[in-house]
C-alpha cells in the first residue's frame, strides 16, 4: 500500500462518522480508529498480528490517549498566538523528520524560502521507506521549522510556520 494511499484513508475516517477501518492486503494490514475525534494508526504485517494484538491494549490505548490530550492542551495557546495569516504545517505521520534527502545535499526549505503545491517540504523515514512530504496548501514562505534534523517526530506534530501568500 503506497503512502498517500494511507493518508487519504486517514483523512477520510477522521473526516467520517466511522469508528474504525481495517484493510488487509496480502502480508499488509492496517487498522485505522478514530476515538474522540483523534485517528489512531496501526500497520503491521499479518505474521506479527497476533502477539502485537494481545500487546494492544496496555500499550497503545493507555499511553496514546493522555500524551495526546496533553500535547493538545499545551498547543492551544501557541496556535492563538500566530497571526491569522500563518500556517502550521504538521506531519502526517509518525516517524524521523529529514530536511535533507540525503546526508551530502542541501536542506529542501529553509526559512524565508517561498513555496506552493507540490514543493517538497521535508523527510519523514517510517520502518525503513523515506516518504517526501510535500505541501498542499496553495502558496506559501517558510517563517519558520519547529522540528529538529533528524529527530523523531508524532502523528500532527507541527513542523513548520507557513505565512500564506495570496
Same mark, same amino acid.
Given at each position: 500500500?503506497?503512502?498517500?494511499?494511507?493518508?487519504?484513508?486517514?483523512?477520510?475516517?477522521?473526516? %467520517?462518522?466511522?469508528?474504525?477501518?481495517?484493510?488487509?492486503?496480502?502480508?499488509?494490514?492496517?487498522?485505522?480508529?478514530?476515538?474522540?475525534?483523534?485517528?489512531?494508526? /496501526?500497520?503491521?504485517?499479518?505474521?506479527?498480528?497476533? &502477539?502485537?494484538?494481545?500487546? /494492544?491494549?496496555?500499550?497503545?490505548?493507555?499511553?496514546?490517549?493522555?500524551?495526546?490530550? *496533553?500535547?493538545?492542551?499545551?498547543?492551544?495557546?501557541?496556535?492563538?498566538? /500566530?497571526?491569522?495569516?500563518?500556517?502550521?504545517?504538521? %506531519?502526517?505521520?509518525?516517524? /524521523?523528520?529529514?530536511?535533507?534527502?540525503?546526508?551530502?545535499?542541501?536542506?529542501?526549505?529553509?526559512?524565508?524560502?517561498?513555496?506552493?503545491?507540490?514543493?517538497?517540504?521535508?523527510?519523514?523515514?517510517?520502518?525503513?521507506?523515506?516518504?517526501?512530504?510535500?505541501?498542499?496548501?496553495?502558496?506559501?514562505?517558510?517563517?519558520?521549522?519547529? *522540528?529538529?534534523?533528524?529527530?523523531?517526530?508524532?502523528?500532527?506534530? &507541527?513542523?513548520?510556520?507557513?505565512?500564506?501568500?495570496?
Amino acid at each position: 500500500m503506497e503512502f498517500k494511499e494511507i493518508q487519504e484513508l486517514i483523512k477520510l475516517v477522521s473526516k %467520517s462518522n466511522i469508528s474504525g477501518l481495517k484493510i488487509k492486503q496480502g502480508e499488509f494490514e492496517i487498522k485505522i480508529s478514530n476515538k474522540s475525534g483523534e485517528v489512531v494508526t /496501526t500497520a503491521v504485517p499479518v505474521a506479527y498480528q497476533q &502477539p502485537m494484538q494481545l500487546a /494492544t491494549p496496555q500499550v497503545v490505548n493507555a499511553p496514546v490517549t493522555a500524551p495526546v490530550t *496533553a500535547t493538545s492542551q499545551a498547543e492551544a495557546p501557541k496556535q492563538e498566538a /500566530t497571526p491569522a495569516n500563518t500556517y502550521v504545517f504538521k %506531519s502526517p505521520m509518525i516517524g /524521523t523528520f529529514y530536511r535533507k534527502p540525503s546526508p551530502d545535499k542541501d536542506v529542501f526549505v529553509k526559512v524565508g524560502d517561498s513555496i506552493k503545491n507540490g514543493d517538497v517540504l521535508c523527510v519523514v523515514e517510517a520502518m525503513k521507506l523515506f516518504n517526501e512530504i510535500e505541501f498542499d496548501g496553495g502558496e506559501g514562505k517558510i517563517v519558520k521549522i519547529l *522540528a529538529e534534523d533528524s529527530s523523531p517526530v508524532e502523528y500532527d506534530q &507541527p513542523l513548520f510556520l507557513i505565512e500564506k501568500i495570496g
